[in-house]
Each structure stands twice: as structure tokens, then as C-alpha cells.
């Protein structure tokens, strides 16, 4: 896949540089914008808002951030290389250790509204925790962007039975990671973001993991806010798991969703009426409620099951219609607690063609090197900044 990369040094776009110079607009002026304020949570503390200083948002975008294209771009293995002509990153393929991408990263989050990074968290000495720690976080342009950790389970709680990992890895985010400036607190309290504790508490296990958590983080001297992807699917009557948490949101919007081809404005529509039923429950619960967006969705280069979703909201809409269509009905869901935050899946998953990381540009095409097999019928651009741009207008406000 030699023949498909691009040199990570590349020249910005006209538009890049305009949306950065924006940004570095904003920061010279006013220390950037700030979001910052006291509420009262559910659970009567006094919350502290977390600050959002380097954006023109009242919102504090967060994007799920994927630190392990080191070297070899994590093996490749996404839709767009397949596509006839492909459709590589940007930056090409690039490797996320060298200060070019990060900058390059960091320059377009803060022009597209986002101040904070989720980023994948598979345990010590991971590739993921090596370009964090060591390349990420002492970055010279690291600003005011925030970083939180996404507790991956699914790599460190092996068949989610084993919790042997729990009590050691909190200790080596407590070593390394909460009491860094950059690293984001909600009253005081570092965030870990937890994937998949709705198998956590359908298994039976959530009040032990949760429980180790919080006292391995307590032994290291933090008082931990956990936010857990506990919302997925129909909303229960009533979930005892959601008062074990802090926060929660729904990292699978496709999956919850249940969408596929294009989605349409009813599939939209229903999947933020139930976000909001889960918003009651889980602040009856006591628990801070995140809601969540994607760009659509394709996985046919990792795995086979799962039917695409377009990036157009209907066959005869833009390109974009459906991230802007679920971007335009979840910022009603934010929360003063949590400094009105809202997540988008992804910044860089590649794998699932969940990105809003700029791509090459090219017209739209269906044609693949498999017949049709990873496109499935559905056209795909190579869409530039688009994504960029939509989210910065409808988080700008």
C-alpha cells in the first residue's frame, strides 16, 4: 500500500489554513473561549464545568482518538483503500508518533470546535499508551486540548471475566496520566471513559470492575468519574448499573441506531428520542448523560455481518447530511455538568469508516477492487475537510 501514501509534511489546503488561523485568532485574543461554571449535578455536588478555552463553542466537542497508527497504520485494512481510485487519509498513511501528524491533528481539532481527545486505551506499554505518553502529551502544540482515556475491556478484561489488569492499570494512569494539566476533570475528578460496560453489567460484573476502579484510584490519591457506554438499543425500564456510574454515553451510535443504508431522517429522529428517554433514566440514576454522533458507518475491510451506513442522510441527499442531521438534534442533549459535552465516533477509526479526519479529495464513486464488496452499492467521496466544516457550524454557537 506504498503506492498510496502521502507525505505526512504536506502543504494545507487554502481552507486549512483559514480555519487555523481562526482558531490562533481566537487564542490571542481571548485565551480562546471558555465554558467555565458551577452547577449542581444530579447527586447534589457542586460540579465544576470543565473549561473549554480553545474553541468558539459553548460545547466541549470530544472525538474518539485512535493512537496506534505507528509505523504501519495499524495494518491498513479500511473501506477507503478499496475504493477505485482509493481514498487515503489526508496525511496519507501515516504514523501518529511523528510531530507533524499531531500538530497537523491538533491544528484541525481546534479549527472544527473539538477541545478534547478520547483516546484508545489497550494497557501499559501499548502502543497506544507509548505514543500518548511520549509523544502525544509533550507535544509542543498541546495547548489547552484535553485527553481522557478509553478504558478498552474488551483488551483488558479477557472474555470480560478476568479482572486481574484492573487494579495495576488504574495505578499506571494514576502514575501517568491524572495529574497531567491536559488531562480532563470534572470537579476535580479525572474522567476514564469505559468501553462496553453493558456487557460489563449484563455479565454480571460491572459493581466489581467499577469497585476496583475506584479504589485503586483512590489508593493513588484521585477520586475517579467514570462514564461508561452503559446507553445502547431500547431504553430499560429501569437500570440499577447506571447508578454505578458517573456518567453515560453511546459509543455505538450505528449499532444503537439499527440503521443501514441510508438511515433517513425517521431512523434519526427515533434514535434521539430514545437518547433522551435514556437521559431521564440516567439522571434519576444520579448519572451525567453524554450524548453521542457519527458520520456513518463501514467495516467491510475488518470483518463481514455488518451492513454499511451512508454518509448521505437519504440516496438523493449531501454528502454529510446524516452527521449534520444527528450533530443539529444532540447538541439538545448536553449538559451543564459536563461542561455540554458531546461525543463523535470517531476522529480516526479507519477500520469502520467512522472518521471525520480529512480525506483525499475525489469525486464520489461505488467502484471497489472487490466487485462491489466493501462499497456495497453506496457511494463514497473523498471528502476533504467536509466534516470539519460541518461540525464546526453546528457546534459554533
Not at 151 to 159: A, L
Request: aromatic share 10%; charged share 20%; proline share 5%.
Amino acid at each position: 500500500m506504498n503506492h498510496h501514501r502521502i507525505r505526512a509534511q504536506k502543504k494545507l489546503s487554502r481552507r486549512s489554513l483559514s480555519l487555523i488561523c481562526t482558531c490562533s485568532l481566537f487564542l490571542a485574543l481571548a485565551g480562546a473561549c471558555t465554558g467555565q461554571g458551577t452547577t449542581n449535578s444530579e447527586k447534589g455536588q457542586q460540579v465544576s464545568i470543565p473549561e473549554n478555552p480553545v474553541t468558539d463553542s459553548i460545547y466541549t466537542v470530544g472525538v474518539y482518538y485512535y493512537p496506534w497508527y505507528a509505523g504501519d497504520f495499524h495494518g491498513g485494512r479500511y473501506m477507503r483503500e478499496h475504493l477505485q481510485p482509493p481514498q487515503p487519509p489526508s496525511l496519507g498513511e501515516y504514523d501518529d508518533r511523528t510531530p507533524e501528524v499531531i500538530g497537523q491533528h491538533l491544528a484541525w481539532s481546534r479549527a472544527a470546535n473539538v477541545s478534547l481527545w478520547v483516546a484508545s486505551w489497550w494497557g501499559p506499554g501499548r502502543r497506544e499508551d507509548t505514543a500518548l505518553l511520549q509523544h502525544v502529551l509533550p507535544h509542543s502544540e498541546l495547548g489547552d486540548m484535553r485527553v481522557a482515556l478509553f478504558y478498552e475491556t474488551s483488551g483488558r478484561i479477557h472474555d470480560f471475566e478476568d479482572v486481574s489488569n484492573i487494579s495495576s492499570d488504574i495505578a499506571h494512569m494514576a502514575d501517568n496520566y491524572f495529574a497531567h494539566p491536559n488531562y480532563l476533570r470534572i470537579n476535580d475528578r479525572p474522567v476514564l471513559f469505559v468501553y462496553l460496560t453493558r456487557v460489563l453489567s449484563r455479565n454480571g460484573l460491572l459493581d466489581t470492575v467499577v469497585s476496583m476502579m475506584r479504589s485503586a484510584a483512590k489508593d493513588a490519591g484521585f477520586d475517579l468519574f467514570i462514564v461508561g457506554d452503559q446507553v445502547f438499543g431500547h431504553t430499560p425500564s429501569n437500570s440499577s448499573a447506571l447508578a454505578l456510574l458517573d456518567g453515560v454515553t453511546n459509543y455505538d451510535v450505528y449499532g444503537s441506531m439499527g440503521a443501514t443504508g441510508y438511515a433517513g431522517q425517521q431512523a434519526v429522529d427515533a434514535y434521539y428520542a430514545a437518547q433522551g428517554r435514556w437521559q431521564v433514566l440516567a439522571n434519576a440514576a444520579g448519572a451525567a448523560f453524554i450524548p453521542a454522533v457519527t458520520p456513518g458507518f463501514n467495516d467491510k475491510a475488518v470483518r463481514d455481518g455488518h451492513a454499511a451506513v451512508s454518509r448521505k442522510l437519504t440516496r438523493e441527499g449531501e454528502f454529510g447530511s446524516l452527521f449534520r442531521a444527528m450533530l443539529q438534534q444532540a447538541v439538545g442533549y448536553v449538559e451543564p455538568a459536563t461542561g455540554n459535552m458531546l461525543l463523535v465516533t470517531s476522529w480516526n477509526e479507519w477500520h469502520e469508516d467512522t472518521q471525520i479526519e480529512p480525506v483525499v479529495e475525489a469525486p464520489p464513486t461505488d467502484v471497489d477492487d472487490g466487485g462491489g464488496a466493501y462499497s456495497e452499492g453506496l457511494y463514497y467521496e473523498g471528502y476533504g475537510e467536509r466534516y470539519l466544516q460541518i461540525l464546526q457550524e453546528e457546534t459554533t454557537r
